[in-house]
C-alpha cells in the first residue's frame, strides 16, 4: 500500500500564495507520475498538474488556465511532490487532492482545503 500525506492548505487572501507538499511513503517501487487535482463544492474533479521523471528530467503538465501561477515540482529522494500557487483567486477555492501513479495502480491523498478569500 502506498500512502499520501498532504500539507499546505489553508485560508489566503485574494493575491497571496500557498505551497501545498504531499509525501508518499510505503510500498514505493517506480513512480510513473505525480500530480495534483482539486475538486470545488458542486463541481467535478479537475486536473491542475502533474509531473513526471525521465532519467533527470522532469516534465510538466498543467491545466490551461492555470499556467503562470501555479508550479509543480518534485522530489524524487523524499518521494514529495510540491504545488506552489501564487496570484490565487477565489475561485481557486478547493479540496486539493495528490496522487501517485505507479505500474500497480493510482493512490490519492485525502486532500487538503484551500480556501481564497477576503
Known amino acids: 500500500q502506498v500512502q499520501l500525506v498532504e500539507s499546505g492548505g489553508g485560508l489566503v487572501q485574494p493575491g497571496g500564495s500557498l505551497r501545498l507538499s504531499c509525501a508518499a511513503s510505503?510500498?514505493?517501487?517506480?513512480?510513473?507520475?505525480m500530480g495534483w487535482y482539486r475538486q470545488a463544492p458542486g463541481k467535478q474533479r479537475e486536473l491542475v498538474a502533474r509531473?513526471?521523471?525521465?532519467?533527470?528530467?522532469?516534465?510538466?503538465d498543467y491545466a490551461d488556465s492555470l499556467k503562470g501561477r501555479f508550479t509543480i515540482s518534485r522530489d524524487n529522494d523524499k518521494n514529495t511532490v510540491y504545488l506552489q500557487m501564487n496570484s490565487l483567486k477565489p475561485e481557486d477555492t478547493a479540496v486539493y487532492y495528490c496522487?501517485?501513479?505507479?505500474?500497480?495502480?493510482?493512490?490519492w491523498g485525502q486532500g487538503t482545503q484551500v480556501t481564497v478569500s477576503s
Open positions: 496522487y501517485v501513479l505507479q505500474k500497480v495502480g493510482v493512490y
Open positions: 510505503g510500498s514505493i517501487f517506480s513512480i510513473n507520475a
Open positions: 509531473i513526471s521523471s525521465s532519467g533527470s528530467t522532469d516534465y510538466a
